[in-house]
Nanobody, 126 residues
């Protein structure tokens, strides 16, 4: 059973930066696809950044060029570096994982992911 714990959320002004972390534990197979998702009030949960064990990444168009996903395998930690934040980035951010070494079709769909953290809130003011 994979456990995921997010941290690093907070409140920032538009144009600011934050780094989210996701500590992973409870797995024996490092072949995980991991990602960041977010859900704003009244909206569906959306995938924004994914990474697989090979280091390949993919991003939603809404964050491409502003957000960077990375992982530190020695620390079993996933990161999301968020720059040039906008008010529309305000949401609860979740870390998620699924076993695998390749991106599935429509990889940003939350339906693929077996394991979820509890979320961390990001609020961007204008």
């Amino acid at each position: 059973q994979v456990q995921l714990v997010e941290s690093g959320g907070g409140s920032v002004e538009s144009g600011g930066s934050l780094r989210l972390s996701c500590a992973a534990s409870g797995y024996t197979d490092s072949r995980l696809l991991m990602g960041w998702f977010r859900q704003a009030p009244g909206k569906e949960r959306e995938g924004i950044a994914l990474i697989i064990s090979t280091g390949n990444t993919t991003y939603a168009d809404s964050v491409k060029g502003r957000f960077t996903i990375s992982q530190d395998n020695a620390k079993n930690t996933l990161y999301l570096h968020m720059n040039s934040l906008k008010p529309e980035d305000t949401a609860m951010y979740y870390c998620a994982a699924k076993p695998g070494v390749v991106f599935p079709p429509r990889p940003l769909s939350p339906a693929w992911y077996n394991y979820w953290g509890q979320g961390t809130q990001v609020t961007v003011s204008s």
